[in-house]
């Protein structure tokens, strides 16, 4: 028995020092280096909270940027959460050839993350481009998409919207756990299709939209590639994420202390987000289990 368990740990040291040695450490180190100026080449200099003083008190490149993660967060979630559970309802339905339509709608979150399709994106949604192509087909005028700060940020969210696979696939393995029972008695009762996806269906997977709510948040606070290869932060920092001042600040002017103070706002957003996220889960969170204690 103990050479089993020795056993069991050396298959698992490569994962744990995987762990200690790109997550931990770096987690650690980094807010260490927020409280100091460090430019990578130099040794780090303690300045206390003087990188959080400028953050909150003179930046107004950052107010900018927050405010424009926390919106396309607003409406990357909702919009991409949605439309997941739409299509992996209509996946739902026993048909012909579903596999291959399956297969088909979560291809694009295996790709939409790639360098290459934001390059793509970027090609589509230009002066020339198929959009404006489409748009010009039916009489209406190009819209310079990347170029005019009201239309940027719709091309960034359109891309993650469009990256809806893996949520999809999450709420049609919920959706197939669903009891046929309950729709057969609703039909019975006279339920229409509206009623009974919203008054059986979505109650019941409630602990997986939250799950994918949770997830989707975390995802679009660490989004880079689709602003940074599509529209490079602007015009006029119109999609200048919060992701992309990190690597600027800490990679681009190498100032390593700011680029982590900004990191750590950024991960006590994410971590406030997901408490608030938590504390009202209790009132439209539906548990199985719960159910049948409270009975």
Not at 56 to 70: E, I, N, Y
Not at 93 to 120: C, E, H, M, T
Not at 222 to 251: C, K, R, W
Not at 270 to 280: E, G
């Amino acid at each position: 028995m103990y050479e089993n368990k020795r056993l069991g740990f050396l298959f698992v040291l490569p994962f744990v020092l995987g762990v200690l040695g790109f997550k931990l450490f770096p987690f650690v180190m980094s807010f260490a280096l927020s409280f100091t100026q460090y430019d990578i080449i130099n040794p780090p200099e303690y300045v206390g909270l003087e990188n959080y003083k400028e953050l909150f008190g003179s930046d107004d490149l950052f107010r900018k940027s927050l405010g424009v993660t926390v919106a396309f967060v607003a409406l990357t979630v909702p919009l991409r959460l949605a439309f997941a559970l739409f299509i992996a309802h209509v996946l739902n339905f026993k048909l012909r050839g579903i596999n291959f339509f399956r297969s088909a709608y979560y291809l694009p979150s295996i790709l939409g993350g790639s360098i290459a399709v934001s390059v793509l994106w970027r090609f589509i949604f230009s002066q020339n481009g198929l959009v404006n192509i489409v748009l010009a087909k039916l009489g209406i005028e190009p819209i310079a998409w990347l170029a005019d700060e009201h239309y940027s940020l719709w091309t960034i969210v359109l891309l993650n919207v469009w990256q809806f696979g893996s949520a999809m696939v999450i709420f049609l393995a919920a959706l197939q756990n669903v009891p046929t029972s309950l729709y057969e008695a609703a039909e019975i009762d006279g339920a229409s299709k509206w009623q009974q996806f919203f008054r059986i269906t979505v109650p019941l997977i409630t602990p997986v939209i939250f799950f994918n709510l949770i997830m989707q948040t975390v995802n679009a606070f660490q989004e880079f590639n689709g602003p940074y290869m599509v529209t490079e932060g602007g015009p006029m920092h119109a999609t200048y994420l919060l992701s992309l001042y990190i690597y600027d600040q800490s990679f681009k002017f190498f100032n390593l202390g700011y680029g982590s103070a900004i990191s750590w706002v950024m991960f006590a957003l994410v971590v406030s987000l997901s408490a608030i996220s938590f504390w009202t889960s209790k009132y439209w969170v539906f548990y199985s289990g719960e159910k049948e204690q409270k009975r």
